[in-house]
């Protein structure tokens, strides 16, 4: 990970209670960070937020929030910015995913992704650009499926599609402020979503490594799913100093997966 020389800032992270969010927000905390975290799981944001005081995070809010609810993350932002005041940067990481195809996917399913993995987005940066100091940064973990087809994920793929395209529009306009918008699209990743879709996970893994011609999927030609420390280096990179002269762009982090 990338570590700034200077004292280091304020992030608010969500979806940090599982999975690339919670990765992402121990990494900072290793960092010193300042940490507000969101998560509607309550006991699992309980449980980061003690992980990432253990390991040397300078200050830690966890704030239950429900990412589609737009007055509850305005309520979250507020606690946020009473307990820090500006933010250095924002991370976006919640999500969900409930597989269905064309035929299969249900309007109620179809609104809770929209509702959870886009709208959800659009209500951290519209309540948190007003926050963000300056120059900080914004990262938005979307998914390869938002550029590339995927058989059973119709819902799924149509919102962080949808995501990756409202992020750099929002980055377009957040730029005279020198606030970096970018966008990481991982692909099969070990996280707990990721495993529910299994369920043998030996077999999973494996599928989702050697490929599988018939779902029209070309494998992970590095040979090994991607662990949720692989995403959130990319992440941390992309909040740090180091990547200060990039914004606007979709990321893969996927093993080469998306080729």
Same mark, same amino acid.
């Given at each position: 990970?990338?570590?700034?020389?200077?004292? &280091?800032?304020?992030?608010?992270?969500?979806?940090? &209670?599982?999975?690339?969010?919670?990765?992402?927000?121990?990494?900072?905390?290793?960092?010193?960070?300042? +940490?507000? @975290?969101?998560?509607?799981?309550?006991?699992? @944001?309980?449980?980061?937020?003690?992980?990432?005081?253990?390991?040397?995070?300078?200050?830690?809010? =966890?704030?239950?929030?429900?990412?589609?609810?737009?007055? &509850?993350?305005?309520?979250?932002?507020?606690?946020?910015?009473?307990?820090?005041? =500006? +933010?250095?940067?924002?991370?976006?990481?919640?999500?969900?995913?409930?597989?269905?195809? @064309?035929?299969? /996917?249900? @309007?109620?399913?179809?609104?809770?992704?929209?509702?959870?993995?886009?709208?959800?987005?659009?209500?951290? #940066?519209?309540?948190? $650009?007003?926050?963000?100091?300056?120059?900080?940064?914004?990262?938005?973990?979307?998914?390869?499926? $938002?550029?590339?087809?995927?058989?059973?994920?119709?819902?799924?793929?149509?919102?962080?599609?949808?995501?990756?395209?409202? =992020?750099?529009?929002?980055? *377009?306009? #957040? $730029?005279?402020?020198?606030?970096?918008?970018?966008?990481?699209?991982?692909?099969?990743?070990?996280?707990?979503?990721?495993?529910? *879709?299994?369920?043998?996970?030996?077999?999973?893994?494996?599928?989702?490594? &050697?490929?599988?011609?018939?779902?029209?999927? /070309?494998?992970?030609?590095?040979?090994?799913?991607?662990?949720?420390?692989?995403?959130?280096?990319?992440?941390?990179? +992309?909040?740090?100093?180091?990547?200060?002269?990039?914004?606007?762009?979709?990321?893969?982090?996927?093993?080469?997966?998306?080729?």
């Amino acid at each position: 990970m990338v570590r700034s020389s200077r004292s &280091a800032p304020a992030v608010l992270v969500t979806g940090a &209670a599982s999975g690339i969010g919670r990765a992402v927000a121990l990494q900072l905390a290793e960092s010193q960070h300042r +940490l507000a @975290l969101l998560d509607r799981d309550q006991a699992g @944001l309980h449980a980061v937020g003690e992980q990432a005081r253990e390991v040397g995070a300078a200050q830690v809010v =966890t704030v239950p929030t429900e990412m589609a609810d737009g007055a &509850a993350v305005a309520a979250a932002l507020e606690t946020t910015a009473t307990e820090f005041g =500006t +933010l250095g940067g924002l991370v976006s990481a919640a999500g969900i995913l409930e597989p269905a195809g @064309l035929t299969e /996917v249900t @309007l109620d399913s179809w609104n809770r992704h929209l509702d959870v993995n886009t709208t959800g987005v659009l209500h951290l #940066l519209q309540q948190g $650009a007003p926050r963000l100091r300056d120059g900080a940064a914004v990262v938005v973990v979307s998914s390869n499926a $938002a550029r590339v087809p995927r058989l059973g994920m119709l819902a799924y793929a149509a919102s962080k599609a949808a995501t990756s395209a409202l =992020t750099r529009c929002a980055g *377009l306009e #957040l $730029a005279d402020r020198g606030i970096r918008c970018n966008v990481v699209e991982p692909g099969s990743t070990d996280t707990p979503m990721q495993r529910d *879709l299994w369920p043998d996970t030996a077999l999973g893994q494996a599928m989702a490594v &050697a490929g599988d011609l018939a779902s029209y999927r /070309v494998g992970i030609p590095l040979g090994r799913l991607a662990q949720a420390t692989d995403i959130a280096e990319m992440v941390c990179f +992309l909040l740090s100093d180091a990547a200060r002269h990039i914004t606007l762009q979709q990321i893969f982090v996927d093993g080469g997966a998306s080729l």
